[in-house]
């Protein structure tokens, strides 16, 4: 434990456990799906292989279930959205995991614990370490994961495009022959390895501003474009192409 103290990673690994909601019988595997090939040989690269299948399997059949006339095309489309890098790692945002990570002195220093791909990594990885801590039991797994997902499938829509934000909204203004959307950096808090973007955006014929903020411009820019998506699935009148909109 170089970095970290032996206890303060003990206590952190246990407020993992509540948070993801599974106490394991094998701690060290746990710590192995935190621990990154760059700390040591021990690391967390098969685990991630085994988890990937099974997350794989278990949003495809929760799909599979929850929209019995959704198409293959849509279903795939679903599941790539659900288990995507971008998803994955935002769920390990929620679940602190980037606090767990065991990473080398180089992976620390470039700031490895807020990279999506390892935060999405050790996701994938907790999921293999659960399914081999339960012994199999794929009940087990399945339940754990349908929680940590409950409210993404619950969102998720086939008839909607799941591009990112930004594409979406980009498309929807440009089909109504609208300007694209200006976005402006309002403020950078933080510092250099840890910062906030605050970022404002927009739209042609629209007087609200609308804000999103994320640990990186793109992600500060994805979340004003949804804000915006959401405003005019709200407030259909609103929408670009109702020149004189009445209220």
């Known amino acids: 434990m170089s970095m970290l103290s032996e206890s303060s990673f003990l206590y952190r690994i246990q407020n993992l456990e509540q948070t993801i909601g599974y106490a394991f019988q094998n ?6 799906a935190l621990t990154h090939r760059s700390y040591g040989p021990h690391h967390n690269e098969r685990l991630e292989f085994l988890g990937d299948s099974i997350l794989g399997m278990i949003i495809a059949k929760e799909l599979f279930a929850q929209f019995p006339d959704s198409p293959e095309g849509d279903l795939t ?19 602190k995991i980037g606090d767990c990570l065991l990473l080398g002195p180089g992976e620390l220093k470039s700031g490895g614990s807020r990279r999506d791909s390892l935060l999405a990594d ?19 797994v399945r339940h754990l994961v349908l929680t940590w997902f409950h409210e993404r499938l619950q969102a998720i829509n086939p008839n909607v495009s ?34 906030v973007f605050e970022v404002s955006v927009t739209i042609q014929d629209i007087k609200q501003v ?10 500060a820019e994805q979340k004003a474009a949804n804000a915006v998506l959401d405003y005019l699935a709200a407030h259909p009148s609103n929408a670009p192409h109702h020149h004189g909109s009445s209220h």
Do not use: W
């Not at 489309?77 to 679940?95: D, G, I, P, Q, Y």
């Not at 403020?187 to 250099?192: L, M, P, R, S």
């Open 77 to 95: 489309r679903m599941r790539s959205v659900l288990v995507r890098e971008t998803t994955l790692a935002e769920m390990a945002r929620e679940f």
């Open 210 to 219: 609308f804000h999103g903020k994320g640990s990186s411009r793109r992600r």
């Open 27 to 32: 701690v060290a595997l746990l710590e192995q």
């Open 122 to 140: 050790a996701v994938e990885s907790i999921i293999g370490a659960v399914y081999i801590d339960c012994q199999e039991q794929f009940e087990i």
């Open 162 to 195: 799941q591009k990112d934000p930004k594409s979406a909204l980009q498309e929807l203004l440009q089909s109504q022959h609208k300007e694209l959307p200006v976005y402006r950096i309002e403020n950078i808090i933080g510092t250099d390895n840890n910062q």
